[in-house]
């Protein structure tokens, strides 16, 4: 976060070029992709099939996302599905905004969760060799698809200079597609409509 707030104060002094933050946007919203169509529906939910290039593509694109390996989050989520808004839920939104927008990452995970996150069914993803490629070398990854080559595509194509094109062709990119990503534990969770299950916080709007 302290980088990425450099790289907005950069932003706001006009010391960015406006290709690299329409590029930095687009390149967001594209890897938001592999968060939404990839982690969430394809492999926590398997709420479609895909050949392996798409699923070789998407699993690309979440790495570039920064939200952990594939594996993990599908496991986090699929407990947050299984026990909403209780303690077993990684992202309990009845703790509060700031909990179940990013605080649930900077705490201690509460024992329920932990106990049941250790029970969840992963034997599909456990069987998938791309998962579990990616989450074998996830720590190498994240350096590589969060930081290093965002830094280098800024510096070379766009033609900043190495420290904002890590503050901001890295960094800020980060924090701003994490941050939309936890939108989806906190907003989505206490504002909006529940035409269908009114016994649970999760909203449409």
């Not at 890897?31 to 099939?49: E, I, Y």
């Not at 905004?97 to 996150?117: A, K, M, P, Q, V």
């Not at 069914?121 to 998962?131: A, F």
């Not at 080559?149 to 890590?166: A, Q």
Request: proline share 2%.
């Amino acid at each position: 976060h302290f980088f990425a707030i450099v790289g907005l104060v950069l932003v706001c002094q006009g010391r960015v070029r406006l290709s690299t933050l329409i590029f930095g946007e687009l390149f967001t919203s594209i890897t938001s992709l592999g968060v939404t169509v990839g982690a969430h529906r394809l492999f926590a939910h398997r709420s479609f099939k895909a050949n392996t290039p798409l699923k070789i593509l998407l699993t690309i694109l979440f790495t570039f996302s920064g939200q952990h390996s594939v594996w993990l989050w599908a496991a986090w989520h699929r407990v947050h599905h299984k026990f909403t808004d209780t303690d077993a839920d990684p992202h309990n939104s009845t703790r509060g905004f700031f909990y179940s927008h990013i605080g649930w990452l900077l705490t201690y995970d509460h024992d329920e969760f932990l106990g049941n996150l250790r029970k969840v069914d992963m034997s599909d993803l456990e069987s998938d060799p791309i998962v579990m490629l990616q989450k074998k070398y996830y720590g190498i990854l994240h350096l590589v698809f969060v930081f290093i080559v965002p830094t280098l595509i800024t510096w070379w194509f766009f033609e900043e200079s190495l420290f904002v094109s890590f503050c901001v062709g890295a960094c800020l990119k980060y924090c701003w597609i994490s941050h939309r990503a936890f939108l989806g534990t906190s907003v989505l969770h206490m504002w909006g409509f529940r035409p269908y299950d009114t016994s649970i916080s999760s909203v449409d709007n």
